[in-house]
């Protein structure tokens, strides 16, 4: 019947949506070391499903960068280099920069600070502002990951353009697991993280994109000598 055909993709893709999600959040809390490699069977039997959907969500994982696919073996946790780190840096550069010189010349009117639901909106973004930075300065890892990213995903999306914000959020996710390998090893984050997370918000209400643009590129420069110290040591 066409109404339980429907049901069932429906069932199948949220299914699938679930252990990507899952395998995702393993590979950010460290438990999915880089290299590590792994079976459609293996996970499917892990979680109690089927192989189908387990295969679609390791093809779409995949897709994203965070595994590789073996004909032969199955899957393996991607392993990011500090270029790989570089590289996605430069690239989300440049996307929030052209999004900030578009606020600035006045393309995106919606994004002044007296527009009401600019404000209401950002005043949204600022609360996962101030979780990610207290998760921050606390070194409480697996909280800011999980903040952080809603910070940026729900910042990118004041912008207007949804393909931006979800190809930004999948750089994110990919700093985040090249990050990961190495901050899961240190026994104590307290005062190693980046916490501007509200600072940005305070000088995107007051539509100083010039102020946004210097944290931004601090928060950047952060990461790169986060990454650049941790590879030397």
């Not at 192989?51 to 696919?69: F, H, K, N, W, Y």
């Not at 979780?131 to 409480?140: N, V």
Request: overall charge neutral.
């Amino acid at each position: 019947m066409p109404g339980t055909s429907g049901g069932g993709a429906v069932t199948r893709s949220t299914l699938r949506q679930q252990i990507a999600d899952a395998l995702r959040d393993e590979v950010l809390a460290g438990r999915l070391q880089p290299g590590q490699e792994f079976t459609v069977k293996e996970i499917a039997e892990q979680y109690g499903v089927s192989a189908t959907p387990v295969r679609e969500a390791l093809v779409d994982l995949s897709a994203q960068g965070l595994l590789d696919a073996d004909q032969h073996r199955g899957f393996r946790v991607h392993e990011y280099s500090a270029d790989d780190f570089r590289g996605m840096i430069e690239a989300r550069s440049l996307v929030i920069d052209a999004m900030f010189h578009a606020s600035a010349d006045g393309r995106l009117a919606h994004l002044r600070p007296d527009e009401p639901r600019f404000a209401a909106a950002l005043a949204g973004v600022r609360r996962r502002g101030e979780e990610a930075q207290r998760a921050a300065l606390a070194g409480d890892l697996t909280v800011l990951i999980g903040y952080d990213l809603r910070f940026w995903r729900e910042l990118g999306a004041l912008f207007g353009n949804p393909y931006l914000t979800g190809f930004l959020h999948r750089l994110r996710v990919q700093t985040w697991v090249c990050l990961v390998q190495h901050l899961r090893r240190m026994p104590d984050l307290r005062g190693r993280l980046w916490a501007g997370h509200t600072d940005l918000v305070d000088a995107l209400s007051r539509g100083d994109t010039d102020s946004a643009r210097t944290i931004v590129e601090s928060y950047n420069a952060h990461g790169i000598a986060l990454i650049e110290r941790m590879g030397a040591g």
